[in-house]
């Protein structure tokens, strides 16, 4: 497959590369320096293809072109934690990149874009009526004003729920990992279509690297992809479940 990663840098979006790299896939890796990918994951030749920009930076031309061109995109866009990358633009990073994506998607395509996205498990799905404790709404509510990537998040994932359900050029899961952690391998994981913890008051965990497993095998496993399509499931690494 040929799959576009957004977010190709970042500390889940580099260990994605490299899930796919090493399952013989293509990947166009969007990047700002293109030397980190340079120095990680060398020798990859015609494989690992670097598109030096933004999806809110490059033209439409260019960006139509990189979008027909591949089965999939998987999105590990986020917010760097410092001032600048919180408070300041693009204050809806992921969901304006995920809005231009799909406005640009070709509506004749021989074969649906598959749209994976990483997103958090504080985001709530309400058609899946998961309840939220009283205290986590609370939570939630100064959440959303005092940290604009949980906004952020939150809208992203509602503008796919809501906006590409019935497009048939389009094909989407949301992934909600739990509290991210470093691991240097893939370990036993699972994924619920709901919470089974509080996201904020009774995290579990998962690894990076689990997840960058699970969103490389949704992407390419066709039988795993239409378990979860339409869908937003819920992270965990198995220690975290019993």
């Known amino acids: 497959m040929k799959v576009m990663i957004l977010g190709a840098t970042g500390a889940t979006g580099r260990l994605v590369v490299n899930a796919l790299l090493q399952q013989g896939h293509t990947v166009i890796a969007q990047v700002r320096n293109t ?18 920009g933004t999806v809110l930076s490059l033209g439409d031309g260019e960006l139509s072109k990189v979008i027909h ?48 996205l990483m997103n958090s498990s504080g985001v709530v799905n309400h058609s899946q009526n998961e309840t939220v404790p009283f205290t986590q709404r609370m939570v939630l509510n100064l959440l959303r004003v005092l940290v604009p990537p949980h906004l952020d998040n939150e809208r992203a994932a509602l503008y796919l729920m809501q906006t590409c359900t019935d497009l048939p050029h389009i094909e989407w899961v949301t992934v909600r990992p739990d509290s991210l952690i470093d691991s240097n391998a893939v370990s036993d994981y699972e994924c619920h279509p709901s919470p089974i913890r509080s996201a904020i008051f009774n995290a579990g965990k998962v690894s990076r690297i689990n997840v960058a497993n699970f969103m490389g095998q949704l992407m390419c496993e066709p039988v795993l992809w239409d378990h979860w399509k339409g869908k937003t499931p819920v992270m965990y690494n198995q220690s975290s479940v019993t």
Do not use: F, W
């Open 35 to 52: 030397e980190t990918l340079n120095a990680l994951y060398p020798g990859h030749g015609d494989r690992l293809i670097q598109l030096k």
């Open 69 to 116: 061109s591949v089965d999939g995109i998987i999105c590990c866009l986020g917010h760097n934690l410092t001032m600048k990358g919180m408070y300041g633009a693009p204050h809806m990073l992921v969901t304006d990149s995920l809005q231009r994506i799909i406005t640009l998607t070709d509506h004749n395509r021989s074969q649906p874009l598959k749209l994976v």
